[in-house]
T-cell receptor
């Protein structure tokens, strides 16, 4: 069974569209994250939720809106997509929010905005 | 917030040769240090971490890293690499008590026969 899964794996869309990426973890973890990995492979935290509560909200355009319907799910909705949003988006989870905890990453969603 | 510098963006190495990947971080009172590995087309996996105690930490597949507080470094080493070690390696740091990890830009290790 996949521990952290994301859908879709690939997403190709036009500028201006709205799209969502979904993430689910079956590890029983309390904390989930969204990261953005750019074309130079630089990885940056975007959001983190602990028990459905937002605890990290980095400087991200408000076109990006995370939603956590329950502890096992964290979705990312992106409005009015721009060329610069093209990247690989990784979901991750950990037992708790403390940075000492190992983070388990999903396989990534490669978003291409044309 | 921490910043992390991985000094080598690409490291080509022959099979069975040693490899060292360098990582330096900005100074802080107390930190947690991590190395994550990303195999092609996969998510990141934890390789090893330093939280406290012995400054030398090891992974199950032969990697080790040493925390050097005076040099603010956490270099990763393996005495003999395999083809399967071809991957992207990320150093990450956080302040103790913080929620966030700061990642370095990654080092691409390519192992050739």
């Amino acid at each position: 069974d996949t521990a952290v899964s994301q859908t879709p794996k690939y997403l190709v869309t036009q500028m201006g569209n709205d799209k969502s990426i979904k993430c689910e973890q079956n590890l029983g973890h309390d904390t989930m994250y969204w990261y953005k990995q750019d074309s130079k492979k630089f990885l940056k935290i975007m959001f983190s939720y602990n028990n459905k509560e937002l605890i990290i909200n980095e400087t991200v355009p408000n076109r990006f809106s995370p939603k956590s319907p329950d502890k096992a799910h964290l979705n990312l909705h992106i409005n009015s997509l721009e060329l610069g949003d093209s990247a690989v988006y990784f979901c991750a989870s950990s037992e708790g929010p403390q940075s000492a905890n190992e983070q388990f990453f999903g396989p990534g969603t490669r978003l291409t905005v044309l | 917030a921490q910043s992390v510098t991985q000094l080598d963006s690409q490291v080509p190495v022959f099979e069975e040769a040693p490899v060292e990947l360098r990582c330096n971080y900005s100074s802080s009172v107390s930190v947690y240090l991590f190395w994550y590995v990303q195999y092609p087309n996969q998510g990141l996996q934890l390789l090893l971490k330093y939280l406290s105690g012995s400054t030398l930490v090891e992974s199950i597949n032969g990697f080790e890293a040493e925390f050097n507080k005076s040099q603010t470094s956490f270099h990763l080493r393996k005495p003999s690499v395999h083809i399967s070690d071809t991957a992207e390696y990320f150093c990450a740091v956080s302040d103790q008590g913080d929620y966030k990890l700061s990642f370095g830009a990654g080092t691409t290790v390519t192992v050739r026969a």
